[in-house]
């Protein structure tokens, strides 16, 4: 008995597992709170807009339906399919960068240019671009992981090629997705196994480059003076932050009621998107952030450990896809966070599942229906593994021949020949 709970047990350490159903219910989970929120947050300026409530509400209602729409076909389609469209995706990313900045096409907001009408939803093509990007750098990586890793040429080549893509964002601008793409791009690299001074040459030049665009521009250094004293111009360059902290500090421990936020009523801007966590804080208090940002430290994890699974199983696009798309999704809830909080400087980066905006929802659901195609691809590697282990590991049945049990009368086979001559030549003779 003993013997065979301790064979047995080798058996369940190896069966894998499938880290998709809780990547898929904390995604679930924080679309939902990401429903509500927006919905409490939005009700005011839709009414004040459009003279309709629910109007946001509404609009965030089709949004969830076309995320869950896209990201059942993104679930469908299989990564060599994303591995081997990693050119045309880049290619495609660059059009869209380039089509936006046309007049006529590209629409502004807040003086940026980032986005393209198609009737229902407006596009935001930095949205958009981020998973071509990532598609196309995972499949380089694994066409080039020696050259990667052994030669500095095979390091840069890609940060190189995405260079003309930095340009285009920020001629937007759009300084935040450039961030969040690059600090991805980058953390692909690192787990791919570049050299570690060759990666630190690299990111401190780009740290750099990052320092040079926010000193050479004007209303990215009054945003960063705006960050480190927000009161000194309370009602100007840091409006924005100064409500957002006071609806920090009315929620205290607990908030003071899903639906009863005071700074959601036309004095924090932006209140249904880039701060929607802000009044989450207020209505909800510091243990509703907390929550919230525990989920998402856990869905990253998740996103990570099955990225690690996929590396083992050798499905190695699939891993660096993972990797990446985990970095950008927990880089940029945490942007999102610590500019709503004050620890960051003021940009407009939307909260990944919460945020209302159809581009950011839609691209966030389809980040996490590739990521558990990842899985799944992943799991189906390691079960075949198993079963062609397990049968080479079989005992071999030995199969008994019949034998053929001889009366004296008939005798050996060669007794029988012989008989069966002596017989012919009696015959003739």
């Known amino acids: ?88 995706l880049l290619v495609f990313a660059y059009l869209l960068l380039i089509v936006v900045l046309i007049p006529g096409i590209g629409k502004s907001v807040n003086g940026s240019t980032r986005w393209i009408s198609l009737g229902l939803i407006t596009v935001q093509v930095s949205e958009v671009a981020k998973i071509c990007v990532l598609a196309y750098v995972a499949g380089y990586l694994v066409r080039r992981n020696s050259e990667v890793r052994e030669k500095f040429w095979g390091f840069i080549k890609p940060v190189l090629i995405l260079s003309g893509m930095i340009v285009l964002l920020l001629k937007e601008p759009d300084f935040g997705a450039v961030v969040v793409i690059m600090s991805a791009v980058f953390g692909m690299l690192f787990l791919a196994g570049v050299k570690f001074s060759q990666y630190m040459l690299a990111l401190s030049v780009s740290l750099c480059a990052g320092a040079a665009m926010i000193f050479s521009s004007e209303y990215r250094m009054n945003r960063l003076i705006a960050y480190l004293d927000p009161w000194s111009d309370q009602f100007g360059a840091g409006y924005q932050l100064v409500q957002s902290l006071i609806a920090f500090g009315r929620g205290d421990l607990s908030g003071v009621g899903l639906g009863n936020s005071i700074q959601k009523l036309s004095y924090l801007p932006e209140a249904h998107t880039d701060f929607v ?153």
């Open 277 to 429: 966590f802000a009044v989450l804080a207020e209505e909800f208090g510091l243990m509703g952030n907390l929550f919230v940002i525990g989920l998402y430290l856990f869905m990253v994890v998740v996103i990570l450990f099955i990225g690690r699974a996929a590396e083992k199983a050798k499905v190695l696009f699939g891993a660096y896809m993972a990797y990446g798309l985990g970095i950008m999704l927990g880089l940029q809830a945490f942007v999102n966070i610590g500019v709503s909080s004050g620890l960051l400087p003021t940009k407009g980066l939307t909260l990944p599942l919460m945020s209302y905006g159809g581009s950011s929802l839609i691209v966030s659901a389809v980040i996490i229906a590739i990521i558990l195609r990842v899985n799944k691809e992943t799991l189906a590697m390691l079960n075949e593994s198993k079963k062609i282990e397990s049968s080479k590991n079989a005992p071999v049945k030995k199969v008994k021949r019949k034998t053929i049990k001889h009366t004296e009368n008939i005798g050996s086979p060669k007794e029988q020949r012989s008989w069966i001559s002596r017989w012919t030549k009696e015959a003739v003779s």
């Open 1 to 88: 008995m003993a013997n065979s709970i301790n064979t047995a047990e080798p058996s369940l350490a190896k069966t894998p597992v499938d880290l998709g159903v809780w990547l898929l219910l904390t995604a679930i989970t924080l679309a939902t709170i990401g429903f509500i929120m927006v919905s409490s947050a939005s009700m005011d300026i839709s009414e004040r807009l459009v003279g309709n409530p629910f109007h946001f509400l509404q609009r965030h209602l089709i949004y969830l339906t076309m995320a869950s729409l896209f990201a059942s076909l993104a679930y469908q389609v299989s990564l060599n399919v994303w591995k081997k469209s990693g050119v045309f």
